[in-house]
């Protein structure tokens, strides 16, 4: 069972910009937080950002910040991360999540999708 379906990856150079969608088909996002991972090759599982189910507050990673933009549209149960200013160390698979609170989504979402490959280039 898929619960949650990214897009929006691909090939880009450093410095180009990407912007991953998450949808869901049997989860309703204006009653969750949803937020993004990632898994560069070889590393471990990283916690990316976050947006809570209001849409009123946000959190993104240090490694993130300024350049990464979360944001939600209930309306089309979609939750966007645009990526700008992108450098090769952001090469990962990239995996939307989702959970009732943002703080339980940060230590172990209860759901997952199945990752969208972004690869910056040099």
């Known amino acids: 069972q898929v619960q949650l379906v990214e897009s929006g990856g691909g090939l880009v150079q450093a410095g180009g910009s990407l912007r991953l969608s998450c949808v869901s088909s049997?989860?309703?996002?204006?009653?969750?937080?949803v937020g993004w991972f990632r898994q560069p090759p070889g590393k471990d599982r990283e916690f990316v950002a976050v947006?809570?189910?209001?849409?009123?507050?946000?959190y993104n990673t240090n490694s993130v910040k300024g350049r990464f933009t979360i944001s939600r549209d209930n309306a089309e149960n979609t939750v966007y991360l645009q990526m700008n200013s992108l450098k090769p160390e952001d090469t990962a698979v990239y995996y939307c999540?989702?959970?009732?609170?943002?703080?339980?989504?940060?230590?172990?979402?209860?759901?997952w999708g199945q990752g969208t490959q972004v690869t910056v280039s040099s």
């Open positions: 947006i809570s189910w209001s849409g009123g507050r946000t």
């Open positions: 049997r989860l309703t996002f204006s009653s969750y937080a």
């Open positions: 999540a989702a959970d009732r609170t943002s703080s339980t989504l940060i230590r172990s979402p209860e759901y």
